[in-house]
């Protein structure tokens, strides 16, 4: 982990930067903007670790399912976030607007799983696209209050409308029906309750996700991305549309969002008002903001820490684990999350600037 | 009409306890999500001096106050102050830490259960007004809260300290520069707003219900007040306020089934339409 990228910190200089002086030298910017979206050797290391944690823990299936559904709910935010600079309060509206979507497509339509988790994609990035007009204007105050109030509206809606949702009570009776992976003849994969099923299925799901974001970052438009959350008005005046790349991004990341929030309605077989829930949003902020915004994998190595932490504390004092969550965000942004991830420098004397 | 001056006296209530948000984000450019945190304090210093030591209730509310206002003023120095110059995300994960932090510390100290706050006598039951029944404690709660609007314009507008921090709302920098302790202003500012909090919390807790969850329940009206309202002037969000009183109070009389709705509906319509606040002029930032 020692030479991850650091928050918002490329390893090259910055691509603005970089086009001024594509005048003088094309070749060399041209290899340097190459060699930024070069696979690294910790990503083919991750991406080898994924199916390897499926074979080797067979017995924590349960555990690592949720942490790979945390890790898609943050990777998802860590496109507005770390890559177009939203600082987003609700970010739940999404990934409960898409349980509730998988759930009911289950429950009165039909229990298959793949095409419940692409109408719930589907549902989520229209949701996305709607309220993506919503986070164009503003300060940074009234983005985090629009977002925090659709959140809102949603969990209001799922709250009153019981007819639908079950209100207060969540959700109850959603029965998937065995997965069925497509274009082949492999059938019949029931969801047990070893919940070895789920988590090959939430794994194939995020290595996907994974595999088309890193193309989306690394791509023209994930570099404008990154131009407009650095300058936005500069952006803007060299030419790019910031609106309409704000919307697309805000669209995708809502679909990704929903996408973590079907797999955990799918998987558990249940969705409550709870997936709507403040808590969530802050939560994914804080796994998000644990493993470092801006490098896409943040989510996964933070979702890893949080989930570990969170068991051993909530075996600890299961009803006061927010406290130490809160205490731990306190103190995690008092020292800096640099300075947090790298214990060597915590002794040594900071050099003023 | 009752519903009016109910609605009334919401709005007051939720103007004295957003105040000090206002001023925290209009002036230090900070967003402060656990203010509601300091209205909770104020509220369960009433409640637990009034049911176990007996202190009669209007003694309680200067107590809330100050002490609410050294809470703030402490946290203010020890906490809060590094994390003025660091960038929002930093600012939105750090009073929700401190949010959650409370939540459980008073969880643990005092029980999760609904607090209870006995009014004395004289400020129970209704005043009957050409067939309008008023609530003598809402009654009471509108004319402290107005005196306290009074108060609190007058000293912005008025008084030396009042010009100090308009100044150093304009620009922190100039003010520091010309001689003025913009620290010490800080520091006072935000002891002064978290003591009103306290007091709004210990005013409302016969109205709004105290809890421990109180902070997140209440914690994006309080937003929506000040965002709402625009942060430049003091107006600005007693008006939000007076309206999200209203149309809280009124929507959940007539439409129970939607509830909240109307009010985030209305926000986000709001905020479409003038992302910078109802009543705001326009910023110089």
């Known amino acids: 982990m020692s030479d991850t990228p650091v928050a918002g910190a490329s390893p090259l200089p910055p691509p603005a930067s970089a086009s001024a002086s594509a005048a003088a030298a094309s070749s060399p910017v041209a290899r340097s903007l190459r060699g930024y979206s070069r696979w690294r050797w910790w990503e083919l290391v991750l991406f080898a670790a994924l199916p390897l944690s499926w074979l080797l823990l067979p017995g924590q299936a349960l555990l690592l399912n949720e942490i790979a559904i945390v890790a898609l709910f943050a990777i998802s935010l860590d496109l507005i976030l770390g890559y177009a600079g939203i600082v987003s309060l609700g970010h739940a509206a999404f990934f409960g607007f898409g349980a509730y979507t998988a759930a009911l497509f289950a429950k009165n339509v039909m229990p298959d799983p793949i095409v419940g988790l692409a109408v719930a994609i589907a549902a989520s990035a229209a949701l996305g696209l709607a309220t993506s007009v919503l986070i164009l204007r503003g300060s940074d105050l009234t983005r985090l209050m629009v977002t925090l109030g659709v959140a809102s509206i949603l969990y209001e809606l799922a709250n009153k409308l019981d007819w639908l949702t079950g209100g207060a009570d969540g959700l109850q009776g959603v029965v998937m029906g065995p997965l069925t992976v497509p274009f082949t003849t492999l059938k019949g994969f029931d969801f047990d309750l070893s919940g070895r099923t789920a988590y090959a299925y939430t794994l194939v799901v995020l290595a996907i996700v994974l595999f088309v974001s890193r193309r989306l970052v690394h791509s023209p438009f994930g570099t404008s991305l990154q131009a407009l959350r650095d300058n936005r008005l500069r952006a803007a005046s060299i030419g790019l549309s910031v609106p309409l790349r704000l919307v697309a991004v805000y669209t995708y990341a809502g679909a990704i969002a929903g996408a973590a929030g079907a797999l955990l309605a799918q998987t558990t077989g249940f969705a409550s008002l709870d997936v709507f829930d403040f808590h969530r949003s802050a939560e994914v902020l804080l796994v998000l903001v644990v493993g470092g915004t801006g490098y896409l994998y943040g989510g996964i190595f933070g979702a890893i820490v949080f989930k570990l932490l969170h068991d051993l504390i909530a075996a600890w004092t299961p009803q006061y684990w927010n406290f130490w969550l809160g205490l731990f965000l306190v103190v995690l942004v008092l020292v800096g999350r640099e300075r947090f991830v790298r214990p060597w420098t915590w002794f040594r004397v900071q050099r003023k600037q | ?285």
Not at chain 2, 31 to 52: E, K, P, Q, S, W
Not at chain 2, 261 to 266: E, R, S
Request: proline share 4%.
């Open chain 2, 1 to 285: 009409m009752t519903l009016l001056f109910d609605g009334i006296a919401y709005g007051m209530l939720l103007f004295i306890l957003a105040v000090g948000l206002a001023v925290t984000l209009g002036l230090m450019n900070f967003i402060n999500l656990a203010h509601g945190a300091f209205a909770m304090a104020g509220g369960y210093i009433t409640v637990l001096l009034m049911n176990r030591l007996g202190v009669p209730f209007l003694a309680c509310l200067p107590i809330a106050f100050l002490g609410t206002a050294l809470l703030g003023a402490l946290l203010e120095r020890t906490l809060y102050r590094p994390m003025y110059s660091r960038p929002h995300l930093d600012q939105v994960l750090f009073s929700i830490g401190l949010v959650f932090m409370a939540v459980t510390a008073v969880d643990y100290v005092v029980g999760s259960m609904q607090q209870n706050i006995h009014l004395p006598d004289w400020l129970q039951g209704r005043l009957p007004i050409e067939a309008v029944g008023i609530g003598k404690y809402r009654l009471f709660i509108v004319v402290t809260c107005a005196l306290l609007t009074i108060a609190l314009q007058w000293v912005l507008s008025r008084t030396r300290f009042g010009s100090r921090l308009r100044a150093s709302v304009d620009d922190p920098r100039v003010a520091g520069g010309l001689g003025l302790d913009v620290n010490r202003i800080f520091l006072l500012t935000f002891a002064v707003g978290s003591g009103l909090a306290g007091l709004g919390g210990a005013l409302g807790a016969e109205v709004l219900g105290l809890d421990p969850t109180f902070p997140l329940k209440f914690m994006i009206y309080f937003l929506i007040v000040v965002s709402v309202g625009g942060t430049t002037t003091i107006t600005g969000p007693l008006l939000a306020a007076l309206l999200l009183g209203i149309a809280d109070v009124a929507g959940k009389y007539y439409v129970p089934k939607l509830g909240a709705f109307i009010v985030y509906t209305l926000m986000i319509a709001i905020l479409v339409w003038r992302p910078q606040g109802l009543f705001a002029r326009a910023s110089a930032r």
